[in-house]
């Protein structure tokens, strides 16, 4: 991600109450993972692989199985992992939802929580504790079937809430791009910029490097990073900001009309 946001000078009018459920979600999540060091009853980092696996199975998305709206096949699963299959796994619709609470590690965890502990609150707080859920969950679907129809339908695990909050950052782009944040760049220099140009900034440099993943089709299959995912993620909210927003003008209009 492009810098790493400290804080955003907007004045919530209130505590962000579903931001902050979203994020203590997400780090419990992670610590009864078998991805977490603390969840010891996994057994020894070493000798979890089957573990991480099996977890994934059951929780991430697949773009195979969202793709085609069935489980991924015994073969397809065998391809994935030599390990026993789980006896139960989540249905393909509800995966992609699930997949954003999951994180491959401590470090994938704390970025997407800095950007969404930053940007969030704004976006909550103009847009409402009922809209923005639906929002974040909306924009982060989005970016797991954008992705998967990009990519085609590998039986490669997506986990992150990376598409989701893409789509937070793309919808406070419309909502409150006035605002000035302060980032930490090259992790050492700490400046005030628009929110706009470290919002602009973000998706220029995933557009970019999703474009650069094209010449490499199999990267993310590797262990890289799913850029289309941002990329979708993002734009969805930036349409749904504009759509939420144009309604809301709207109404007001007509309001203002009655006087």
């Not at 109450?17 to 999540?29: D, H, M």
């Not at 944040?181 to 005030?192: D, E, N, S």
């Not at 919002?199 to 650069?212: G, I, Q, R």
Request: glycine letters at 10%.
């Amino acid at each position: 991600m492009a810098g790493i946001p400290l804080s955003d000078d907007y004045p919530v009018r209130r505590v962000p109450v579903v931001t902050y459920t979203l994020i203590a979600v997400n780090v419990a999540v992670y610590l009864l993972s078998p991805m977490s060091l603390l969840a010891v009853w996994y057994g020894a980092p070493e000798s979890r692989g089957c573990a991480i696996e099996e977890y994934l199975l059951r929780w991430a998305a697949f773009p195979a199985a969202l793709l085609t709206g069935t489980r991924l096949t015994a073969e397809q699963a065998a391809a994935f992992t030599p390990c026993p299959l789980p006896s139960t796994v989540i249905w393909p619709g509800l995966s992609a939802v699930t997949s954003m609470f999951l994180h491959a590690d401590a470090f994938h965890l704390t970025g997407n929580m800095v950007y969404l502990f930053v940007f969030g609150p704004c976006v909550e707080d103009r847009l409402g504790r009922f809209r923005y859920p639906l929002i974040y969950l909306g924009t982060g679907v989005a970016a797991c079937y954008g992705f998967s129809l990009a990519e085609g339908p590998a039986a490669v695990p997506m986990v992150g809430a990376s598409g989701a909050i893409s789509g937070v950052l793309g919808t406070y782009l419309v909502v409150q791009f006035r605002s000035r944040v302060t980032t930490l760049l090259f992790g050492i220099l700490p400046v005030r910029l628009p929110g706009w140009v470290l919002v602009a900034t973000f998706f220029a440099l995933d557009y970019l490097l999703y474009l650069s993943s094209r010449l490499s089709p199999n990267e993310w299959q590797d262990g890289g990073v799913a850029y289309a995912a941002h990329v979708y993620g993002f734009l969805t909210g930036l349409v749904v900001g504009l759509l939420v927003y144009r309604v809301r003008w709207g109404a007001g209009a007509r309001l203002s009309d009655v006087h």
